[in-house]
């Protein structure tokens, strides 16, 4: 389908690449995943921190699932629970922000394409970003 | 054994998974669901969930070093994304009337044939001879960088690399592992890009991947806090080493590193569906 699309936007606006929009995004990207991945250890480390110090010396017990309790189930759980004081809370939130970094990344994208008009480029990131959504608008719904 | 000893030997575990998964592009969960579940004897959900924290912690702290050495290519990770989520969803709608202890045999054998292809010496920069228009059109064509500076390379057979990854896309989504495998696969094999290129990207798209299933595990309540701790801590800087010993890895070390791991994948997956384990 896109090369049925190509030639035709082409014609009315070339769309030569431009090595220093290329250079630009890396860049941005570089830096949000880094950022992101950065920012969800520091907060992981910080609950982990307190999660330890409080539970440290209780026995482990993962052999049998119970799946999570619903308030580290959900955005808006995650974040009272944490308000509310709750270690795992914190270390739950990092998690989010982990899982929130590639998603960031290709609305990133998605918004950078929109800027150079590159519509070949605008479309696939629009795919994967409504894939994304609807998989998470799924688990919820 | 309490949460702290077990916290620590987790990290260490985490931190091995995260440096093997961004060397080969694979991402830690490979190594990192039999490791829990075998030897920790963790429930398997608990672990699909931690597998899926590593992997994208491995995904995004390796992709920056591979994005600012130019080993990644942006475009081509971007592109097949698309390929991958298709497949995911095609793959939730097969996943009722798909017999996965099939499904997983078809799948080992194709892992171990393609870890013997692999090993196939071939010429990284080939002359351009078979030049897919689709490939100039998508701007997929790259430089990659060598010892003896940067050279170029042109991706082939862009439309067979979409539907393997497509295939590949629906068949992790099935049997929830081997998508960084898969993506690899599709890119050295059929496209015929460089390995490191290939390994690089399949690490930047992994991330997405894995996004996309974390809202389902998070929602279903397999992301437990306590075991993903450990995990993602170790996982990063695992993940971070890695990296950097890729930049200046020889390409058939990493070949032959990917494919050990790939035949271990195999093996398990056969033993797992012949034991009727998930």
Redesign the interface.
């Known amino acids: 389908m896109?090369?049925d699309a190509?030639p035709r936007i082409s014609s009315i606006e070339p769309q030569p690449?431009v090595p220093s929009h290329e250079a630009q995004?890396?860049r941005s990207?570089?830096?949000l995943?880094?950022c992101?991945?950065w920012l969800?250890?520091l907060i992981?480390?910080i609950?982990?921190v307190l999660?330890?110090m409080r539970?440290?010396?209780?026995?482990?017990d993962?052999?049998?699932?119970r799946?999570?309790?619903a308030m580290?189930?959900?955005l808006p759980g995650i974040i009272t629970s944490m308000l509310t004081g709750h270690r795992?809370?914190i270390?739950?939130f990092?998690?989010?922000v982990?899982?929130?970094?590639?998603?960031l990344?290709?609305l990133l994208?998605f918004i950078a394409f929109l800027r150079w008009r590159d519509f070949?480029?605008l479309t696939?990131?629009a795919?994967?970003l409504s894939?994304?959504i609807?998989?998470?608008v799924?688990?919820?719904f | 054994m309490n949460i702290l000893e077990f916290s620590l030997l987790v990290w260490f575990g985490s931190f091995v998974a995260g440096f093997l998964g961004a060397l080969t592009g694979l991402g830690g969960g490979v190594v990192l669901v039999p490791l829990l579940t075998s030897v920790f004897g963790i429930d398997i959900r608990y672990a699909i969930g931690a597998s899926l924290v590593s992997v994208i912690a491995t995904s995004s702290g390796a992709a920056s070093t591979y994005i600012k050495q130019g080993f990644t290519n942006l475009r081509i990770g971007m592109f097949l994304e698309v390929a991958t989520v298709i497949g995911a969803l095609i793959g939730a709608l097969m996943a009722t009337f798909v017999s996965v202890k099939m499904l997983s045999i078809v799948l080992a054998i194709t892992l171990l044939y393609s870890a013997y292809l692999a090993q196939q010496p071939r010429s990284e920069f080939c002359d351009t001879e078979t030049i897919d228009p689709l490939a100039a059109q998508l701007h997929l064509n790259g430089t990659c960088p060598t010892p003896n500076g940067a050279i170029a390379y042109e991706a082939r057979s862009v439309s067979t690399g979409f539907s393997i990854m497509v295939i590949a896309g629906a068949l992790s989504g099935l049997l929830g592992i081997g998508s960084g495998g898969f993506k690899v696969l599709a890119m050295d094999q059929a496209m015929k890009l460089p390995f490191k290129v290939s390994t690089t990207t399949s690490n930047f798209m992994i991330g997405v991947t894995a996004a996309a299933s974390a809202g389902v595990y998070l929602a279903r309540g397999y992301i437990d806090p306590g075991l993903s701790m450990p995990v993602m801590l170790g996982v990063f800087p695992g993940a971070l080493l890695g990296a950097k010993v890729l930049v200046g890895a020889k390409t058939q070390l990493l070949r032959i590193l990917f494919s050990v791991v790939l035949v271990v994948m195999a093996l398990k997956m056969v033993y797992n569906s012949l034991a009727g384990g998930v």
């Open positions: 896109y090369q190509d690449i995004l890396e990207i570089s830096t995943l880094q992101g991945v969800s250890s992981v480390l609950g982990g999660y330890l539970h440290g010396s209780e026995s482990v993962y052999r049998v699932f799946g999570e309790p580290y189930r959900s795992r809370g270390i739950q990092g998690l989010v982990l899982i929130a970094t590639p998603i990344r290709v994208c070949t480029y696939i990131t795919l994967v894939g994304l609807y998989s998470f799924g688990a919820y």
